[in-house]
């Protein structure tokens, strides 16, 4: 990894974009206090804040002035994962984590607006006791990025608008491994490390998305999110010899590519109080089927310096919310969500199926300054997975079972 690039402002924005990944493989939907408040049900169509922008272009035009919003969440996730044959647990395998976001939108006329935005959409940390038996296959494993989103909504007509942007990504990577139990054969101790690597990189995509306004109460949204692959260069080191001759540290090139993603969102205000609102989203994970590391320094691999193949199917994630105006001031939300487990769970992305219990609110402080809390609690389903070490030959079942809480705070000017 480029030590001078590291240093830079864009790795500290992207250091504060580090999350773990509580969606569908390494998906992250933290992209608004308001939005959490209610699942992320119907962020397609919604009209609430700057936010909108982060999954619809197109909802900028729904926005009748400039507006700036900032967000912060806070991820806790709780997983455990229990090793069966050997008895050994590690707890709290996915840290706390930060999450910002910050938004901007300017309607420039009543048909044209403009948008930028910075979030993070995906990422994933997990981070095993050095220690731990299976070490080659769990050791820390880190994808962080930063997603910089500048986008344009038009209005069509008074039912019809369409919206598009560019999505400049740049991620940084790391992985360790460790001995593990496999130190026993050469003497070592069980956290010496086995191999590393860690890179960046900068990779390129677009989105779009439309709305469509039955009347001022009914509307409908469509986006949709391109892949971007992302090809990292950087610094993969051998601390056994096995792979590299006599060890060392060699160039290494891996590709991850981050799936395209799909969503349809309705939003029906159906008095005065109350709203409905609700999201289907679908991302293409089948594009994900390996992690695989190369560098010509690998000789004694052909080439191959850390290969792990990834069982991953196209997922869908279902959400319904509500939205309850109480006064003036003060507006409540709640939503429920599933998230379809999109891959084999492992130990670096243990995925399964998650549901989300949301609540959140928006305060009214004066006419142009608004604040949005939102909380969500996100209870995964138990899983009992296998993986083999192709360094101790040992064939391992891990069950790993976890939990999620989640907070978030944003504040929102109009100007």
């Known amino acids: 990894m480029s030590k001078k690039l590291s240093r830079s402002a864009i790795a500290i924005a992207v250091a504060l974009c580090a999350p773990s990944a509580w969606s569908a493989g390494f998906q992250v939907s933290e992209h608004s206090a308001s939005g959490l408040g209610r699942a992320y049900a119907g962020e397609a169509a919604m009209a609430d804040n700057a936010s909108v922008m982060a999954r619809n272009p197109a909802s900028m035009s729904l926005l009748t002035e400039t507006q700036i919003s900032g967000a912060l969440h806070i991820i806790n996730p709780e997983i455990d994962i229990t090793d069966n044959a050997n008895g050994q647990k590690a707890s ?51 994808l962080v990025s930063v997603n910089f989103n500048p986008a344009a909504s038009y209005r069509i007509n008074e039912k019809f608008s369409i919206g598009a942007g560019l999505n400049i990504v740049y991620a940084m990577a790391e992985l360790n491994r460790h001995y593990g139990i496999s ?32 009347n001022e109460n009914h509307r409908f949204g469509f986006a949709y999110r391109s892949q971007i692959d992302l090809e990292f260069n950087g610094d993969f080191t051998d601390y056994s010899g096995n792979i590299i001759p006599g060890g060392g540290e060699t160039g290494g090139d891996l590709d991850v590519p981050l799936p395209a993603i799909a969503e349809i969102s309705g939003f029906h205000q159906l008095n005065q109080t109350w709203a409905v609102h609700y999201s289907v989203m679908w991302s293409q994970w089948s594009e994900f089927t390996e992690l695989k590391a190369t560098g010509s320094g690998c000789s004694k691999t052909n080439g191959i310096c850390f290969q792990k193949d990834e069982k991953y199917d196209d997922a869908f994630r279902y959400s319904i919310g509500t939205t309850y105006t109480l006064d003036s001031q003060w507006t409540l939300r709640t939503g429920f969500a599933f998230d379809e487990q ?18 959140g609110a928006t305060y009214q402080y004066s006419p142009s300054m608004s604040f949005d809390a939102g909380l969500t609690y996100i209870r995964s389903s138990s899983s009992t997975f296998n993986e083999s070490s192709s360094i101790s030959g040992i064939d391992y079942e891990f069950a790993g079972k976890g939990a999620a809480y989640l907070a978030a705070v944003q504040a929102n000017y109009t100007f």
Not at 112 to 125: I, K, M, P, S
Not at 350 to 358: M, V
């Open 92 to 142: 709290d395998v996915a840290p706390i984590q930060v999450v910002p976001a910050s938004y901007y939108v300017n309607p420039l006329d009543d048909k044209w607006a403009f948008g930028l935005g910075l979030y993070t959409t995906y990422g994933v940390g997990t981070d095993y006791p050095d220690a731990f038996n299976a070490g080659d296959l769990a050791g820390d494993t880190s």
């Open 183 to 214: 130190s026993v054969a050469v003497s070592n101790d069980f956290s010496d490390k086995l191999i590393s690597m860690e890179g960046d990189t900068w990779g390129f995509g677009w989105n779009a998305g439309a709305v469509y306004e039955l």
């Open 342 to 359: 999109a891959g084999k769970s492992t130990l670096s992305i243990p995925d399964t199926d998650r549901y989300w219990f949301s609540g």
